[in-house]
């Protein structure tokens, strides 16, 4: 079940021919921030490449770099060492043309919008990239995440579930080639966090973009990934790539299968043995 | 595949690293708002204790103001004789006040696009604000007051040093809270511009500004009242040009003539309060979407 670090994505019918095929490739990623007590080395040598389409989650204890990784990964801090391509953009370029979907741990919509009119903010920012691709309709893709309801309402109006559903929903929106997700669900109750889980799962379904997701929780790292990127701390290092072989769309009640349990135990192993051999 | 859909087995999820998650119990929404007719009627009656003990309290101090000047007529005119004063020769004071709103709108106006551009600058560049910071400090703690002669000297007894005074009073408050609006961004919405490429100017419009209006909003209600207060003592300074509030009440007061001057503050009173209910009016319309204005 566990694979060489470097692979391509799933679905590998034909390999890989051109670099656009490769959508996120981390090589040989650095980075070391100076705090007041020294450098810390935050990333060491980190190779990953995610292949199109494909849904990989970074799991690890605090401190491993996955968040650090994730926003290298959107343009948010420099790398020192190493490569980082997008679908063989650098993140310069990709964000100038608007490749980067970010979805960050609080919701960040603005509270004197409209729930559409922060869907629609992407687009209005930075005009000079042209969207060459189609963009659905906002009210449908409301719709879709359920906020059929709450187009016209603000933010403050909204639940903090539904808050985060209007984040996901501006980050499909543009219709970006990778979507970053940083913890998206980490502020919200269990029941929540599962829903929204269900339904990001549902939506991404549909058109399966490339999705590097960061999370701290096992059990949403095996519902949602293709594979699961295990790092352990001090420095930031890929300790293990699991492939989750689990079927897609993935069917009601995984959770509470045998082979989802072993998914959930083997990433704890590599988990704990991180931890302890950081320790 | 083996679909041994065990449930005990979900208590693999109270696990070191899970257990937050696994913990949290679906929290219940909060409970719905008190019904509306009640609320409304809660509400009309909080409005009419609040609107009925403001009045008790103006009405309080007209009777201890009454005895007063009854007692001692050399502390404190009677109120009547006051606005005989204000009735007899409207005009006069009008034009007055007219002259002390232009002082102070002027000066305030120019003070408050300097300080928005300027924090502008400086919130794009730390070199500029390096630069201004220390300038605008010693600006700050030297009293503008102070300044008011010379600069009756050097621009001569014309608006023109009034309109420095009144503007230089708010100048600093203005600029240090429109520069901490713009810097309030919210960091995850600023992720987000940035992996959206938002130019400066998007991320100044869209994101800035909106972010600041709450700060500039409380600033201007802090800061024109002090302008006005800019107005009336470049006034008194500029002796010799005899139009103003300000100017009214020193020359009331150097003849003794207790009336005219408090005819004159119930004047600057007023323009004060509807200077005051202007700025609330204007927050009221632009900042409904932000949770102060729900207090309200």
């Given amino acids: 079940m566990m694979s060489v670090l470097e692979r391509s994505g799933p679905g590998t019918a034909e390999a890989p021919t051109d670099l656009g095929e490769r959508g996120i490739v981390f090589e040989g990623v650095g980075k070391t921030f100076l705090t007041k007590s020294g450098p810390t080395r935050a990333l060491d040598d980190v190779s990953l490449t995610i292949g199109r389409g494909e849904f990989v989650t970074l799991i690890g204890p605090s401190g491993c770099g996955k968040s650090t990784l994730l926003k290298i990964a959107a343009g948010l801090i420099d790398h020192d060492e190493g490569d980082v391509n997008l679908f063989g953009q650098t993140v310069e370029a990709a964000a100038a043309s608007k490749n980067i979907g970010l979805v960050p741990q609080s919701p960040a919509l603005l509270p004197w919008r409209t729930v559409l009119g922060n869907v629609k903010l992407p687009l209005q920012v930075n005009r000079r990239a042209k969207l060459d691709r189609e963009l659905p309709d906002p009210v449908e893709l409301l719709r879709l995440f359920g906020l059929g309801e709450a187009i016209d309402k603000r933010p403050a109006q909204l639940s903090g579930g539904m808050q985060q559903r209007v984040s996901i929903a501006r980050a499909f929106y543009f219709e970006p080639a990778v979507l970053l997700m940083d913890e998206p669900f980490s502020a919200l109750d269990e029941f929540t966090r599962e829903m929204l889980r269900d339904e990001l799962l549902r939506i991404w379904d549909r058109d399966k973009k490339t999705v590097l997701f960061v999370t701290h929780s096992v059990t949403e790292a095996v519902a949602v990934s293709d594979r699961v990127v295990v790092m352990s701390a001090r420095p930031g290092r890929i300790r293990a790539v699991i492939d989750i072989d689990l079927p897609r769309p993935r069917p009601e009640g995984i959770e509470t299968t045998l082979e989802f349990h072993e998914f959930e135990d083997l990433i704890r192993k590599e988990l704990k043995g991180g931890w302890n051999h950081g320790s | ?296």
């Fill in chain 2, 1 to 296: 595949m083996a679909r041994s859909a065990l449930a005990t087995a979900k208590a693999v999820d109270l696990d070191a690293f899970d257990s937050d998650a696994a913990a949290a119990v679906p929290q219940p929404r909060a409970a719905s708002p008190a019904s509306a007719p009640r609320a409304k009627k809660y509400r009309s009656w909080t409005a009419l204790k609040v609107i009925g003990s403001g009045a008790l309290g103006i009405v309080l101090a007209g009777i201890v103001w009454e005895i007063i000047a009854t007692v001692n007529p050399f502390f404190l005119p009677h109120g009547l004789e006051v606005w005989d004063l204000l009735a007899a020769n409207p005009l006069v004071f009008l034009r007055n006040a007219g002259s002390t709103l232009q002082v102070t709108m002027v000066g305030f106006s120019c003070s408050f696009l300097l300080a928005f551009l300027l924090a502008t600058v400086m919130v794009h560049s730390k070199t500029v604000e390096r630069v201004i910071m220390p300038l605008v400090v010693i600006l700050k703690v030297t009293p503008s007051v102070a300044i008011a002669p010379a600069l009756v000297i050097a621009f001569g007894f014309g608006f023109l040093p009034k309109y420095i005074v009144a503007g230089l009073m708010v100048f600093f408050q203005l600029l240090v809270s429109t520069l901490m609006g713009l810097r309030s961004v919210d960091p995850q919405t600023m992720d987000i511009a940035k992996t959206l490429h938002a130019s400066k100017l998007d991320v100044l419009f869209r994101l800035r500004l909106p972010y600041a209006l709450p700060f500039i909003f409380s600033a201007v209600k802090v800061c024109l009242p002090v302008s006005v207060i800019g107005a009336v003592v470049a006034e008194y300074v500029a002796a010799g040009q005899l139009t103003g509030l300000g100017a009214a009440i020193e020359i009331a007061a150097s003849s003794g003539d207790m009336a005219r001057v408090f005819a004159n503050i119930a004047v600057l009173a007023v323009l004060g309060l509807g200077l005051s209910f202007l700025v609330t009016f204007a927050e009221r319309f632009l900042l409904s979407w932000h949770p102060s204005s729900a207090h309200n």
